[in-house]
Structures are given as structure tokens and as C-alpha cells.
């Protein structure tokens, strides 16, 4: 009989974008375990050069189809960083409610679409549906909502191009904002209904040690602003990014790793609320508990909490933007281009999300590098499966450990390309 066994899992669904797990074990160890990204790279930055900076807020958009809102973000902020611009207080408080229909939108898809099935057993969301249906209804409210919230300064909620430099192109008008208002109101049930839902679900626990990065701004939960920092002590201006955190290639993939000086760690919706847990309203702190939800959490398997808390949080922010909407006497500050260096660091729904531009007197990019979370995240995804595994036992059957191993990686959202298709697993034991 064979010592060697080779399991090769076909690619699964509700994780966006294509991958694969290679995973070797040797005499009940991890001998080596490889998360490959190998969909070709896809060159935006290098599309980027040449173009006039009036162009780079649609093109960024396009990098992704769940969080354009974030790469338009993290553009603008590095354009008016380098061109010297303050678009004013209307501005910054119209940008952090585009932000907002990108977080509950992209939350609710991820948590009902993608991550939930796998604490019920169901194989698609259509699965969960049938045992479920009123839970996928309120999660398919929220979204809807998101994406309201985001056409109401984007003009659509895919791609939106209502942004710009300096601002956004035109204001809705006070209709558009009570409409909001109103449909923002009727949504905090759904939320708080949410997250009871969710704290009674078994969720396993695989707590361990690793470091949490985020943005944290004094005053405000962070979307737009504020200086990176870690639970570990870092506290660096977006412009030193490069003092710290180094990209590397690694042979197997196409995705670059990031490490934070040689340490892999966590961005994104659990790495926020352990950070800036203080900044939460004190609704959610009381919900929270009430329901014996504590936070920090070293429990990766809490992320899909930690996104149900982030929608509450945005709702509640949206009723507090809409309330005091009123118009400005213009939506935009005109950009005067200039030759420098640009940086912009926001928190995309899946993480933080850091842009570098250079550009020339004219306006035109020199350069650009964009750093996303999932390719920040990529190491901790790998440190996180060799524990986990551990942790879960490597003498389960193949299809145990491909089971587990999908449900780690989904805790994460990697958001790798637009498609819907990730993860084949082959484990070699030896």
C-alpha cells in the first residue's frame, strides 16, 4: 500500500478570484504548505503611466467590482497629498458615507453569500437559502442598501464615477438625502437582528497570536484618515509605509506577500475592531455586551462578527451624515497639478489599502504602486492554515482538512480578482 496520498479538491466557489492549496504532510507534520495565487498579474499600476491624473479615478475603480469605492478613496487622498488640496469638512463627511454603502455592501455580501453556508453545512448560498430564508432576505436588505448608499454620490453602485479629485462631480439633492435617511433608519433592526444571529452560532475557536494593522484616527472609527498603527506598538504617518512593511515575491504565487518588519499580520474588519474598538458607538457596546461578545479577539473565526458590527457601525454613521445633509455651495475643490509625490491610505472593507503616486508638472503619473489587503494578508492566511491545521488534527480525512482549510481561508474574504472561483486543494502525505 502506498504511504503517499495525493488529494486533488476541484476549485470552490464564494471566494472571489482563482487559487490553490498545496498542502504536504510528513509523518503527522506540516512539511510545507503553499497558498498559490497563479491568475497572471494584471498590470494596473503600469496602465496607470502616462495618463493624466483626471483618469485615474476611473481606472482604479476597475480593479475591483466589490470595493471600487476604496481604490477610488486611497486614489483621491494621494492625488490632493501630492497636489496639496483640502477639499473642506463637506467633503470629508460626504466621503466617509460613500464609504460606508462600500462597507455594508461588501459585508453583507461576504457574510451571507459567501462565509455563512459554511456554518450551516450548505454548499451555496442558494442552499442556505432554503433553510434560511429570512436571514439571506435581511442580509440581501443591507446590501441593497450599501449599494443605494454608494449611486447616491456615484451615480451607480458598480464602478461608481461620481467621485473625483477634490470632491465628487455634482451633490444629490436634499430629496435624495431623506430618502436615505428614511431606508438607513429602517435598517438598524436588521442589524441588530444581525449580530444576535450570529453570536449564537457555534463558531469554533482557533485563537492565537499575530498582529493586528489598521488605521486609527483620535477621534472617529477610521475609513479615510488616520496614522497606520498595530496592537503591537507601531504608530507611523501613511508616508513611511515603506520604512516597515516590505514586499516580497515568493516562487509559488502570483500575489506578492507583505510583511511588517518580517512579520506577517491581519488587516481588515477583526484588525480594525480590536484597534479602534473605542471609537465604536455606544449602541454596539451595549448590544455587544449584552450578547457576551468581547473584543479584542484573537479568533479569526469572529471576523464574520467583527463585519456585522462594521455594518451597525455604518448605519449608524449614515443616519448621523443624512441627518445634517445639507448643500454646499460647490461639491468639489478644482485641482492645481504639481510635480511630487502622492500617498493615500484608507480602509477598504477588506483592509487597508495604501497608494503611491508620482507625477510630473502636468499632472501626468510617473508612477504608481497599490498595495491591497489581500496581498497584505496572504502570509497571516498561511501562518493562520499551519496553526489551524495543527490545532484541528492531521490525521482528519482529506475532505475534513480541505473543508477546514476553506472556511480559514473564507474568514479572510481574499478578494484576488472579481471572479468567483479560489481554492483547490492537493495534499500530499508522504
Not at 464615477?161 to 470632491?167: E, I, L, P, T
Not at 509559488?252 to 475592531?273: E, F, I, M, T, W
Request: hydrophobic letters at 40%.
Amino acid at each position: 500500500m502506498s504511504h503517499s496520498i495525493t488529494l486533488n479538491v476541484p476549485i470552490l466557489a464564494r471566494v472571489e478570484g482563482e487559487g490553490a492549496l498545496e498542502l504536504t504532510i510528513r509523518n503527522q507534520a506540516i512539511e510545507s504548505l503553499r497558498l498559490r495565487i497563479y491568475e497572471p498579474p494584471r498590470l494596473f499600476e503600469k496602465f496607470l503611466e502616462n495618463r493624466p491624473y483626471t483618469d485615474v479615478m476611473d481606472m482604479v475603480a476597475r480593479i475591483c467590482g466589490i470595493c471600487p469605492v476604496a481604490y477610488q478613496m486611497s486614489a483621491a487622498h494621494a492625488i490632493e497629498n501630492c497636489f496639496d488640496i483640502n477639499p473642506g469638512p463637506w467633503v470629508r463627511e460626504m466621503r466617509r458615507l460613500f464609504y460606508c454603502g462600500e462597507w455594508i455592501e461588501s459585508h453583507s455580501l461576504h457574510i451571507h453569500l459567501l462565509a455563512a453556508p459554511d456554518l450551516f453545512g450548505c454548499k451555496s448560498a442558494a442552499e442556505l437559502a432554503r433553510q434560511c430564508p429570512q436571514e439571506v432576505r435581511r442580509g440581501l436588505r443591507l446590501q441593497a442598501f450599501g449599494n443605494e448608499l454608494i449611486k447616491l454620490f456615484g451615480a451607480r453602485s458598480v464602478h461608481p464615477v461620481g467621485a473625483c479629485v477634490g470632491g465628487f462631480y455634482r451633490a444629490p439633492g436634499p430629496d435624495q438625502a431623506s430618502k436615505l435617511l428614511k431606508l438607513a433608519k429602517e435598517r438598524i433592526r436588521d442589524c441588530e437582528d444581525l449580530i444576535v444571529w450570529l453570536a449564537a452560532l457555534p463558531l469554533p475557536d482557533n485563537s492565537h497570536e499575530f498582529v493586528c494593522v489598521s488605521l486609527y484616527h483620535p477621534a472617529e472609527y477610521p475609513m479615510n484618515e488616520g496614522n497606520i498603527v498595530s496592537d503591537h506598538g507601531l504608530n507611523i504617518a501613511g508616508n513611511q509605509f515603506d520604512s516597515c512593511f516590505k514586499e516580497y515575491q515568493v516562487s509559488y504565487s502570483n500575489a506578492l506577500h507583505c510583511k511588517l518588519q518580517g512579520r506577517d499580520y491581519l488587516v481588515g474588519p477583526l484588525a480594525r475592531v480590536n484597534n479602534c474598538y473605542g471609537h465604536l458607538p455606544a449602541e454596539i457596546h451595549l448590544l455587544l455586551k449584552r450578547l457576551g461578545i468581547r473584543f479584542p479577539s484573537k479568533n479569526m473565526h469572529q471576523s464574520i462578527l467583527a463585519r456585522a458590527v462594521e455594518i451597525y457601525y455604518c448605519v449608524l454613521e449614515a443616519i448621523r451624515i443624512l441627518s445634517d445633509y445639507t448643500l454646499p455651495e460647490s461639491a468639489f475643490s478644482t485641482p492645481v497639478p504639481r510635480a511630487g509625490h502622492g500617498f493615500g491610505c484608507t480602509e477598504a472593507p477588506r483592509g487597508m489599502l495604501w497608494h503611491h503616486y508620482e507625477f510630473d508638472a502636468a499632472g501626468t503619473v510617473r508612477s504608481a504602486r497599490i498595495i491591497p489587503p489581500t496581498s497584505q494578508n496572504q502570509a497571516r492566511i498561511e501562518e493562520d492554515l499551519r496553526y489551524s491545521l495543527l490545532k484541528l488534527g492531521l490525521d482528519k480525512s482529506p475532505d475534513e482538512l480541505r473543508a477546514y482549510s476553506e472556511r480559514i481561508i473564507r474568514n479572510y474574504d481574499p478578494c484576488i480578482s472579481c471572479s468567483t472561483h479560489f481554492l483547490s486543494l492537493k495534499v500530499n502525505r508522504l
